[in-house]
């Protein structure tokens, strides 16, 4: 299913509509009123467009910039410049085995990180920093609220090809604006925060398809993927805590790799505590007062009435850098 962002689909909504943000906030809340709020207001959103005979998606055929990639649309062509370069990593997920590597791409428009599996995640032998790539045949994944482009062994990969100019390229994935717990908002689309651990609560095992890991679908006594259809599910996990930095608290959700992260365990350790969770109490009670720096998306979690933040990455507080960086501010304040 292609996942249109909420607020572009707004503003879609506004420019041919001639309505408001405030009068199309209006006809989705009751929207979901009428649907007696068991629809998100993407949902929401979708309909009324198609009520206004609005067409959301106009042609998705052909080369994309990369700000027009949305989740979940398949056979995706897109162009951009390599800026960073991830190492190729083995990983084994119960019978199988493969590599994957990534590199951060942009173009004029934005930026997005592109995932090579299989033969594919080979060529990046031979891509370097600046190199021009071209993508034929991929398609496009959320990964914890960030798109991403997989490219797997039916796609296509040109690197520097002829013809294919690619301008200045929009800074991408901007390193997120430190702010104080207190002062965050559900429009903070990414931030950094530094807390302390205060509480710790249980991992959530879930089951995921293996071959794609997204989350499975359980029917009766068997699980199915959209994708792959009926499935032996691999399972992945979520662990919450709670951070507090003196201005407030924050409850801080961490998906798999940000929760090895955290707990400084790998997915095989995880593991042993799926059926025998009273020996994760050890892991919990030796977080507490930990003090780290994580960044990520602040989520407004509708059912609770608060903010959350979605990890994207993770680490413990280094006491001199954050001196070094009180110290740059103090010096931009007298300056």
């Known amino acids: 299913m292609i996942k249109i962002p909420y607020e572009q689909i707004v503003e879609k909504i506004k420019k041919e509509a001639s309505l408001s943000e405030d009068e199309i906030g209006d006809k989705v809340k009751e929207k979901m009123k009428q649907l007696s709020g068991l629809i998100s207001k993407e949902g929401a959103a979708h309909i009324i467009a198609n009520e206004l005979g609005i067409k959301l998606l106009d042609n998705i055929s052909g080369k994309l910039q990369i700000k027009n990639i949305i989740s979940g649309m398949r056979d995706v062509e897109t162009v951009g410049k390599v800026q960073q370069i991830f190492p190729v990593k083995e990983f084994q997920s119960g019978e199988r085995q493969g590599k994957v590597a990534s590199v951060v791409i942009a173009d004029e428009s934005g930026s997005i990180r592109a995932v090579f599996w299989g033969s594919q995640a080979d060529n990046l032998q031979n891509i370097s920093q600046n190199d021009i790539i071209k993508i034929l045949g991929a398609y496009v994944r959320d990964n914890n609220g960030q798109k991403e482009i997989h490219v797997n062994d039916r796609s296509k990969l040109i690197i520097n090809p002829e013809g294919e100019t690619v301008g200045e390229v929009k800074a991408q994935f901007s390193k997120a604006a430190r702010k104080k717990i207190s002062e965050l908002s559900e429009n903070d689309s990414q931030a950094e925060i530094m807390g302390t651990i205060v509480q710790v609560f249980d991992l959530r095992f879930f089951e995921v398809c293996p071959k794609c890991n997204k989350r499975a679908k359980q029917n009766e006594n068997s699980f199915t993927c959209n994708e792959h259809g009926n499935i032996l599910p691999a399972y992945s996990y979520v662990m919450n805590a709670i951070l507090d930095d003196g201005t407030d608290n924050i409850r801080s959700v961490f998906f798999r790799n940000q929760a090895e992260k955290l707990i ?72």
Do not use: H, T, Y
Request: charged fraction near 30%.
């Open 264 to 335: 400084n365990m790998e997915k095989g350790q995880i593991m042993q505590f799926k059926d025998n969770l009273q020996n994760f109490e050890e892991v919990k009670n030796n977080l507490l007062g930990s003090m780290v720096k994580v960044s990520g998306r602040i989520n407004k979690n509708d059912f609770f009435g608060r903010l959350e933040l979605i990890a994207n990455d993770i680490s413990i507080a280094n006491p001199e850098e954050e001196i070094q960086r009180l110290n740059e501010e103090v010096d931009k304040v007298e300056s």
